[in-house]
């Protein structure tokens, strides 16, 4: 069970920061409303351009307290409780647009992988 947990807040880690860092200017199939990138995205969700910085920070902070908490434990509920609760946030923001379902799918499974992480 230790290593599937390990396995998972690689996976969470990696995942986002490759959303922040690299895949930032990028379209996916999952932004909010078919923006072609996170401050379109953030502006679709009527959200000032400052926030986005403000989460994704927090995003990347927690990412790396995730990575951190594999040798240090007293890291893993603080960090994966922060991504939980954005995570939660972006499915709200996807339901308040409109958005199909289908768009939350990535923030509920690493909601729901925070979850699992931060009670384990």
């Known amino acids: 069970m230790e290593y599937l947990i390990i396995i998972i807040k690689i996976a969470i880690a990696l995942s986002i920061i490759n959303v ?5 200017n990028k379209s996916t199939s999952w932004r909010g409303n078919n923006a072609s990138s996170m401050k379109e995205e953030f502006k679709s969700y009527g959200l000032p351009e400052w926030l986005m910085y403000v989460v994704g920070s927090l995003k990347l902070l927690f990412s790396l307290g995730l990575l951190v908490s594999i040798f240090y434990s ?8 922060g991504i939980a609760f954005l995570m939660l946030v972006a499915i709200i923001m996807h339901i308040k647009i409109g958005d199909p379902i289908k768009k939350s799918l990535p923030a509920f499974i690493f909601l729901s992988l925070s979850l699992i992480v931060a009670l384990v």
């Open 74 to 81: 007293s890291f893993a509920a603080p960090s994966a409780l």
């Open 20 to 24: 922040w860092l690299f895949r930032i």
